[in-house]
């Protein structure tokens, strides 16, 4: 029994030791321990802005989620990023059984460069 308690208390201390390892750059942090409707728990940090995310690559070029959502509209299954480089993306993937690779240049909109 003693050594269930030592065991949780050396646990817990690890886990609160691992919340001195957060960016000292997080505006907020969170620590949800879920309600009736979720009852989930975690460490949130309010730093994550996906719509400063999605604003910065549009403005610098071809994210590599877009690369895949296009790949996929294309028709490629079991897409993935196979390289990003400053200038392509790399998506690899299958058509009709097929492994397809696609390069999409690092622009806004993705353009196709080789298929």
């Not at 802005?49 to 895949?68: K, M, N, V």
Request: aromatic fraction near 8%; hydrophobic fraction near 35%; glycine fraction near 12%.
């Amino acid at each position: 029994m003693f050594n269930q308690i030592k065991t949780a208390a050396l646990s817990a201390l690890v886990g609160l030791g691992t919340l001195g390892a957060i960016p000292a750059h997080a505006d907020s942090l969170y620590l949800g321990f879920g309600n009736n409707h979720d009852p989930r728990f975690g460490v949130y940090t309010g730093d994550d802005d996906g719509y400063r995310r999605d604003r910065d690559w549009r403005r610098r070029g071809c994210s590599p989620d877009r690369a895949l959502d296009k790949a996929e509209r294309m028709g490629l299954h079991r897409v993935r990023i196979v390289d990003i480089s400053r200038r392509t993306v790399k998506v690899a993937g299958r058509q009709y059984g097929d492994r397809v690779v696609v390069v999409f240049a690092n622009e806004r909109g993705c353009p196709v460069i080789y298929r």
